[in-house]
């Protein structure tokens, strides 16, 4: 149980371009999702809180048009990385929580040209 | 914000060979994960570990919370266990998890 997906696994796309990314919670409800971001070698950091029926909190330097989150149902959010350039390029994971723990996507892969 | 620091940066065993990783953390916690981030970048949920001891295997973990530190301990590591170990934590009743910046474990054959 408590398996989280992500859609596409890897894209490439061209600057300038939009490129969206789903996450979903495969069996179970999640009220709340989280998106993050991993740059090579590093560590995983908070982009975003999305919560189903309401606009998502961003975190801290994270630009809220530039990264919009839509989280329509209990069981799927998605992240819009609009007019994306090659510094947008990274590994980007979602996931929901369950029971106070939290569970992962596998992640998806953003190659900007 | 909360402070998350893991120790060793960087851990090579022989197959065979048991090890402890480290987490230590600033402030008080209301959750604790253990998580093992494969090469294809896959988050592996290993344990949910605010406080006491657990084991799954091979693998166990303590937290005490009230000295602010986790211990993850791997024993007869195997190759597949590399990879790199990370210790998030949420705090002041937040679910937003932060995250050290990982152990890098590799495991030769």
């Known amino acids: 149980g408590a398996v989280v997906s992500q859609h596409p696994s890897w894209v490439i796309c061209k600057s300038g371009t939009s490129v969206k990314i789903e996450c979903r919670s495969l069996?179970?409800?999640?009220?709340?999702m989280f998106w993050y971001r991993q740059f090579p070698k590093q560590s995983l950091m908070l982009m975003a809180t999305?919560?189903?029926?309401?606009?998502?909190?961003?975190e801290q330097g994270v630009e809220k048009d530039k990264f919009l989150i839509n989280h329509a149902s209990l069981t799927l959010s998605t992240l819009t990385v609009t007019s994306a350039h090659p510094e947008d390029s990274s590994f980007y994971i979602c996931s929901a929580s369950n029971q106070d723990t939290q569970y992962f996507g596998p992640g998806t892969r953003l190659t900007v040209l | 914000g909360i402070q998350v620091e893991q120790s060793p940066p960087d851990l090579i065993l022989q197959e065979g060979a048991n090890s402890t990783l480290r987490c230590n953390f600033s402030d008080s916690v209301n959750n604790l994960q253990w998580f093992h981030q494969n090469p294809w970048g896959q988050l592996i949920n290993l344990f949910y570990?605010?406080?006491g001891t657990k084991q799954n295997g091979r693998l166990s973990a303590t937290t005490v919370a009230t000295e602010r530190y986790s211990l993850l301990y791997i024993s007869s590591s195997q190759t597949t266990d590399s990879g790199v170990y990370f210790c998030a934590v949420a705090w002041g009743g937040s679910e937003k998890l932060v995250f050290g910046k990982g152990t890098k474990l590799t495991v030769n054959p």
């Open positions: 069996d179970f409800q999640a009220t709340t």
């Open positions: 570990i605010p406080s």
């Open positions: 999305s919560n189903e029926g309401s606009k998502a909190t961003y």
